[in-house]
């Protein structure tokens, strides 16, 4: 079966996001472009996606829907039609808008979307929820969705981009949630945290802690910090997870529309 020069977009705070993109993208054809939209110092405006190139874009759900930061640099690239597959990653809630807002945008910017993917991968930080994946299980899953889409655009038919997709259009709204990690003590000032951060939240002359007004909660700091020394608040980290137990147990399903 043909396969396709892949150009992958994605926005991975801390990596779960990428791993999927990846286990889709190297089934489809050949990486031959990576666009990083967690880089807050550059600009994404020049970014045109060869028409005859197959991309796949990703991001993760937040509270239901796609962080307005991924969704803004998203905006900036240009499609130049070509097809598009993408990916609304969540920590096994639900995606809710998540995924119709990601098709939406990427139809914005000027993409064909043949196929739309909902996939779980561990919860960004009550990690044990969800841990691990995506999984073996998983990537038998993807390899699939994968095949279902190049089986698509190997079709003589007219490839379709009217196909359903759950959700709204009029997309949920983020909730105002913003718990800043912190680090302690035995911070070295590395500025790793500062460098994965997607917003400049964290200032490398006060490193330990962050600017609330800036930070997303992405939590790619701590998955950044070499030494584990970057958390959130234990107290509300338990709390969370209590609260949140109900609805993030369990194995929830990936999914593909096409």
Known sequence: MKTYPVVEITFSPTGGTKKVADQISCY???ITNTVNLIRHDVSFSDVTVPSDSLAVIAAPVFEGVIPDIAIERMKEIQGNHANCVVIAVYGNRAYDDGLIQLKDTAELCGFNVIASVAAVAEHSFMRQFSSGRPDEED??????FAEEILEKLSSDKELSTDYFVPGSHEYKRLGNLSVVPKANASCTGCGKCA????????????????????????????AACPKGIRKLNPVFLAAASLKMKDLLSGRKPNEIFL
């Open 28 to 30: 489809l054809g050949n």
């Open 195 to 222: 460098d994965a951060c997607p917003t400049g939240a964290i200032n490398k002359n006060n490193i330990r802690t962050g600017d609330s007004s800036k930070c997303i909660s992405c939590m790619g700091c701590i």
């Open 139 to 144: 990537s038998k899953e993807l390899k699939k």
